[in-house]
């Protein structure tokens, strides 16, 4: 059977003007690689809510699991939280349980519980609540879409979280063989290697080192003989 699959959604205009750089993606697909499940696609929007909605249906649609990071702070920008109810039609508040997490830890740091704050604890209808041991403010699950917070250290936490509770496949493994050659030379043998093993994924990643190009081959797939099969062949073909 192949591996469940996943998408993730980066929401934030300061991604894409290059203000910030997106750390989630990369450890998002090394935690989700672990367990076995594929992340099979990233999308970057605006703050801009018919986008969001749309890219939100149409990926939870398409793929086992969502993971959103992005837009779930006190500012007003922060709409991710009332697009994730629009694109699943439910109303959504300020919710109880949500309120009291937010309250406790501000109170505890002697600071006020304002309305901004509060916009932290507004939860869609039917979400449960993913814990935030980091600043506290939680992020929800609805459906198969996991919302999390962009700020690294918090996206970290809450998919510590999250990932226990998903159905993963077999592991994927890795062998890389560095071939001392450019692409141009390898590319007829490795396409070769390739069509004999469909069920691998193998990928080529050249590089220029002191003047002399090369390239990192990648054998990658969940049948360890299968990989160390592929592998062999490669040496063979492009000894050291």
Do not use: W
């Amino acid at each position: 059977m192949p591996n469940p699959t996943a998408a993730m959604l980066v929401i934030g205009d300061e991604i894409l003007s290059g203000r910030t750089r997106d750390a989630n993606m990369h450890h998002l697909a090394q935690e989700l690689t672990k367990v076995g499940i594929d992340l099979c696609e990233v999308r970057i929007v605006s703050d801009h809510r018919e986008a969001i909605v749309a890219a939100l249906n149409a990926l939870r649609a398409a793929y086992h699991t969502v993971v959103t990071s992005g837009g779930i702070g006190p500012t007003h920008d922060d709409i991710t939280a009332d697009c994730v109810a629009a694109a699943f039609g439910v109303p959504i508040d300020v919710r109880a349980d949500a309120a009291a997490l937010l309250q406790a830890h501000y109170d505890s740091r002697g600071m006020d519980f304002n309305d901004a704050r509060k916009r932290m604890a507004r939860i869609p209808d039917g979400a449960t609540l993913i814990e935030n041991p980091v600043s506290i403010a939680p992020g929800f699950t609805i459906g198969n879409v996991h919302v999390m917070a962009g700020v690294p250290s918090v996206f970290q936490a809450m998919v510590a979280t999250v990932i226990p509770t998903l159905t993963g496949g077999a592991p994927i493994l890795s062998q890389t063989l560095r071939v001392d050659r450019g692409e141009g030379d390898i590319a007829g043998p490795l396409g070769q290697i390739a069509t004999d093993f469909p069920d691998l994924s193998i990928g080529s990643y050249p590089f220029q080192q002191n003047g002399a190009y090369g390239s990192n081959i990648v054998v990658r797939g969940s049948d360890g003989a299968r990989v160390d099969h592929a592998m062999a062949r490669l040496v063979e073909i492009f000894p050291a």
